[in-house]
């Protein structure tokens, strides 16, 4: 994984990696995750 600001870090990756697996129930594998600042926008715009 790049180490740029923009990247997720490996504790990230691997806790996102455990939550699919659980909810799957077999396993997998991160092949891409970006950040994605939708969910921050959809809260301010409730908020307001």
Same mark, same amino acid.
């Given at each position: 994984m790049s180490n740029n600001n923009n990247a997720v870090s490996e504790e990230i990756v691997a806790v996102i990696t455990a939550a699919v697996?659980? #909810? $799957?129930? /077999? /396993?997998?594998?991160? #092949?891409? $995750? /970006?950040r994605n600042d939708a969910w921050t926008m959809a809260a301010r715009r409730s908020a307001v």
């Open positions: 697996e659980a #909810i $799957i129930g /077999k /396993k997998v594998a991160a #092949i891409r $995750i /970006k």
